[in-house]
Nanobody, 126 residues
Framework: RVQLEERGGGSVQAGGSLRLSCDVT????????MGWFRQVPGKEREGVAS????????FYADSMKGRFTISLNDAKNMLYLQITSLRPEDTAGYYC???????????????????WGQGTQVTVSS
């Protein structure tokens, strides 16, 4: 059974940094694309970034370029999202996700992402 588990959320002050992690050990071997998304209550979930299993290709939503870095560890069983210069508007639930196969044409949208974690809350205070 696939079970993605995010960790690393919390309450931070504006300007700080966080590194979120997601255990992707239980993903099927065919799952070659992973990503991070975030959602504020009452708003649609938005894509942050995605990465191919080899770690050689990364994709960022236009609004997320610069302060967000997605990565995989060498063992390919932990997915990370480094966030720097946090802002109050970054406050959201952050979710890791994965496709069943590879990244699709729009890798920072939910298209193709079928495995989801429960999310970890990030709260940024000013």
């Amino acid at each position: 059974r696939v079970q993605l588990e995010e960790r690393g959320g919390g309450s931070v002050q504006a300007g700080g940094s966080l590194r979120l992690s997601c255990d992707v050990t239980t993903l099927p071997s065919t799952s070659h694309c992973m990503g991070w998304f975030r959602q504020v209550p009452g708003k649609e979930r938005e894509g942050v970034a995605s990465i191919t299993i080899g770690g050689d290709l990364t994709f960022y939503a236009d609004s997320m370029k610069g302060r967000f870095t997605i990565s995989l560890n060498d063992a390919k069983n932990m997915l990370y999202l480094q966030i720097t210069s946090l802002r109050p508007e970054d406050t959201a639930g952050y979710y890791c996700a994965a496709t069943r196969w590879g990244c699709l044409a729009r890798p920072t949208t939910e298209e193709g992402f079928v495995f989801w974690g429960q999310g970890t809350q990030v709260t940024v205070s000013s």
